[in-house]
């Protein structure tokens, strides 16, 4: 049984350009959410998306979009880069609106924008 | 909102004794999850332990186990026997299952275990 996959692993970009994020949930699981940690910080939630929509965000700009896939697999978009945007980039999947259910992460994607 | 906090941001332990993380939380809610997440240097988030906050007893999970205090709102994680591969990142996580189940982490704590 494959857990959470990320594509690429590390990624470098310039200020400007965009970037897309991919993610592969573990088996079984329909919800996908993206988390940003920067270098020594806890990860903080960007969105979460079910059904193939947005059903929450948190205190992310407009520049980061997303979406999902009738597979359940999930992109993150993120425009216009910023230097401040350099992070590990997680996906962490579960099972649709099971608050108890433990999320399962990703191994990440090292986003560096120079 | 919901915040968590990790007073602690660097722990040592000598191999095989025993180290407490803490945690402490901020919430209005009555119902709620905690989590406890292991990050080696591999990057990868791991769970280490839950405790659901409608439950009394504390979780454990072989050498690991918490001290869930609901009223004063804390949630320290026991390591017991420490071995060299608990070595990591602890973070502290809030789940809100009135939130769409937004997780939020503490900072983090960096563990280190000397031979």
């Known amino acids: 049984d494959a857990g959470v996959t990320q594509s690429p692993t590390h990624l470098i970009k310039t200020r400007g350009q965009q970037v897309t994020l991919r993610c592969s949930p573990k088996?079984?699981?329909?919800?996908v959410s993206w988390y940003q940690q920067a270098l020594g910080q806890g990860p903080q939630f960007i969105f979460q998306?079910?059904?193939?929509?947005?059903?929450q965000r948190g205190n992310f700009p407009d520049r980061f979009s997303g979406h999902q896939f009738p597979n359940y697999s999930s992109e993150l978009n993120v425009n216009a880069l910023l230097l401040g945007d350099s992070a590990l980039y997680l996906c962490a999947s579960s099972p649709r609106m099971k608050g108890w259910e433990t999320q399962y992460f990703g191994p990440g994607t090292r986003l560096l924008v120079l | 909102a919901q915040t968590v906090t990790q007073s602690q941001p660097e722990m040592s332990v000598q191999e095989a004794e025993t180290v407490t993380l803490s945690c402490t939380y901020d919430?209005?809610?009555?119902?709620?999850?905690l989590f406890w997440y292991k990050q080696p240097p591999s990057r990868q988030m791991i769970l280490v332990i839950r405790?659901?906050?409608?439950?009394?007893q504390n979780a454990t999970e072989n050498r690991f186990s918490v001290n869930f205090q609901k009223a004063a709102k804390s949630f320290s994680l026991k390591i017991s026997d420490s071995q060299l591969g608990d070595a990591a990142m602890y973070f502290c996580a809030y789940r809100s299952p009135n939130n769409n189940n937004d997780m939020r982490f503490g900072a983090g704590t960096r563990l280190t275990v000397k031979p």
């Open positions: 998306y079910y059904e193939e929509e947005e059903r």
């Open positions: 919430t209005s809610e009555s119902d709620y999850y």
């Open positions: 405790q659901e906050a409608y439950k009394q």
């Open positions: 088996s079984g699981h329909d919800t």
